[in-house]
């Protein structure tokens, strides 16, 4: 049975498949990247990215060069194996497994004895143990953990990432990581898998616990921030600063209030919760009660401008942000974009929209006619009304002398 990696293919090419394939290859595997995207494929064959991440166009051209990463549509055989697809939920909020299945299906056909699986997407508990079941339906001719055990011919193991947007490269080399196998020997082959460019600690556990980990993890931080925006709204018709009460209040030794913002978005926070909620619908109360709170946040900024717009007979209202956080181009879930989407529907006025990290308008908005993607000057110069969404390094450049002939609706605290 093969104990060393020699190849490696990466299955889903998105903000965490490719930045991961491109760290491996410049470790001197052979990196296969599939994935779906024709566009991303070709892309990265050239060369180049298809997303916004600080130096991964630099280590992709590199290893793209050396011919140590190449992309394609199809799996490849390969030594071991990573699947980083998307796992969104449904309209009622249970978990959309359709991806994994789609890839463990492509995947299955060219798996071998000896060949490593791991799993990084974000997933419900149990599901490492369904991408294995999915396998073993599609290779009667292969053994995997839940029939073999340690002697599986086919080792299955989940790791989830843990890093932060615009610091991918460097949080993935550098945080530690939870490796969950099925079994022991699944563990023990992801971890010197990982240990290839991981300097952080790979910390070894059950699949299961490391599914509930990752989940863990984004649920404490939503509860935070949920914390932060629920005061937002208290402050609201009590007429009081939350920015200056949240920093009085820290100055207490053991008080770290966070932020409050226009609500909550990504691939992981605003949806990883609702995991934990639906493995557990009578337990997670305080899980779901975060959810609520920070789901509902976009509309309460919505009603605010609303409320400055009614004061004009056609206002000019300028957007700042539709990225889920700052200084990057992701719009998945951004609470941002909900909120521009939900003016323009409601025909709140003329939306000048600036968004540094993105050259067009998402498809959400482009065929809006009052909807308008501008640069920062002209938005200063033609609003009447501003509202900060996002804090990208931009727009924390801004002057007030520059914001003191429109109205301004701050939900991220940019200029105080």
């Not at 996002?390 to 007030?400: G, P, T, Y």
Request: glycine share 6%.
């Amino acid at each position: 049975m093969n104990e060393t990696f020699e190849t490696v293919g990466m299955i889903g090419l998105g903000y965490i498949g490719l930045p991961t394939a491109a760290l491996l290859a410049s470790r001197g595997m052979q990196v296969i990247g599939v994935d779906v995207d024709q566009n991303a494929v070709d892309t990265i064959n050239r060369g180049q990215v298809h997303i916004v991440e600080p130096d991964l166009d630099i280590v992709v051209r590199s290893v793209v060069t050396t011919g140590n990463l190449r992309a394609t549509t199809a799996p490849e055989p390969a030594d071991a194996f990573l699947v980083a697809v998307p796992t969104p939920f449904r309209d009622d909020r249970s978990p959309d497994l359709s991806y994994i299945e789609s890839a463990a299906k492509a995947l299955a056909p060219v798996l071998k004895k000896g060949d490593l699986v791991v799993l990084e997407s974000t997933s419900p508990v149990g599901t490492t143990e369904k991408l294995a079941a999915w396998f073993a339906e599609e290779r009667a001719d292969l053994s995997f953990p839940q029939q073999a055990g340690e002697q599986a011919d086919v080792q299955v193991a989940y790791c989830p990432e843990r890093v932060l947007p615009g610091q991918v490269l460097q949080e993935l080399v550098n945080n530690d990581r939870v490796i969950g196998g099925m079994t022991s020997r699944c563990a023990a082959r992801a971890a010197a898998l990982y240990q290839v460019f991981v300097k952080g600690e790979c910390l070894v556990t059950s699949s299961r616990t490391a599914e509930l980990c990752k989940l863990t993890e984004n649920a404490y931080r939503d509860v935070n921030i949920a914390f932060a925006n629920e005061m937002s709204l208290v402050c609201d018709p009590l007429k009081v600063n939350v920015w200056e009460l949240i920093e009085l209040a820290n100055r207490h030794p053991r008080v770290n209030i966070l932020k409050p913002g226009p609500g909550v978005g990504g691939h992981c926070i605003a949806i990883d919760p609702w995991f934990i909620v639906d493995s557990a619908p009578e337990l997670a109360r305080l899980i779901r009660t975060a959810r609520e709170v920070n789901d509902s946040k976009p509309e309460h900024v919505i009603r605010r401008i609303l409320q400055l717009a009614d004061r004009f007979k056609s206002p000019t209202i300028a957007c700042f942000g539709l990225a889920f956080k700052a200084n990057i181009d992701d719009l998945r879930e951004s609470p941002a974009l909900d909120i521009v989407v939900q003016l323009a529907e409601r025909q709140a006025g003329k939306l000048l929209i600036v968004e540094p990290n993105i050259t067009k308008l998402p498809a959400a908005l482009e065929q809006a006619a009052n909807v308008e993607l501008v640069s920062l000057d002209e938005a200063l110069g033609n609003a009447d009304i501003i509202v900060g969404l996002v804090d990208h390094s931009e727009f924390l450049k801004i002057s007030r002398e520059s914001l003191s002939e429109a109205m301004l609706l701050d939900t991220r605290g940019m200029w105080r």
